[in-house]
């Protein structure tokens, strides 16, 4: 089983920036293991769906959502077993729980019904 643990959120003003990391273990959870999986970093505002913001695959290569492509760079550590999402120019729109999430597959590929396992989430709030 592996479990997802997310930080670094918290209040910023617009224009600001923020970094969420998100650390993964489990007894039978490796580097290895770690590696061998995407990584998808995904978000939910009050009354709205959840929504997926970018993921990366095993080898680094990152796919985002259009609203956050340009101010957004997610990046991994696999030594570290460690996602970590770099939020700049943030705009009001960005508040949300933002929850990061491990693809039973090595690639992103478009289905979110691969990402099986989730972290309980870290709030962001933009302050305009």
């Known amino acids: 089983q592996v479990r997802l643990v997310e930080s670094g959120g918290g209040l910023v003003q617009a224009g600001g920036s923020l970094r969420l990391s998100c650390a993964a273990s489990?007894?039978?959870?490796?580097?290895?293991?770690?590696?061998?999986?995407?990584m998808g970093w995904f978000r939910q505002s009050p009354g709205k769906e959840r929504e997926f913001v970018g993921a990366?695959?095993?080898?680094?290569?990152?796919t985002y959502a259009d609203s956050v492509k340009g101010r957004f760079i997610i990046s991994r550590d696999n030594a570290k077993n460690s996602t970590y999402l770099q939020m700049n120019n943030l705009k009001p729109e960005d508040t949300a729980i933002y929850y990061c999430?491990?693809?039973?597959?090595?690639?992103?590929?478009?289905?979110?019904?691969?990402?099986?396992?989730w972290g309980q989430g870290t709030k962001v709030t933009v302050s305009s």
């Open positions: 999430a491990a693809s039973a597959r090595a690639y992103y590929t478009g289905s979110h019904s691969d990402f099986d396992s």
């Open positions: 990366i695959n095993w080898a680094g290569y990152t």
């Open positions: 489990g007894h039978t959870f490796s580097s290895r293991t770690f590696t061998s999986r995407a």
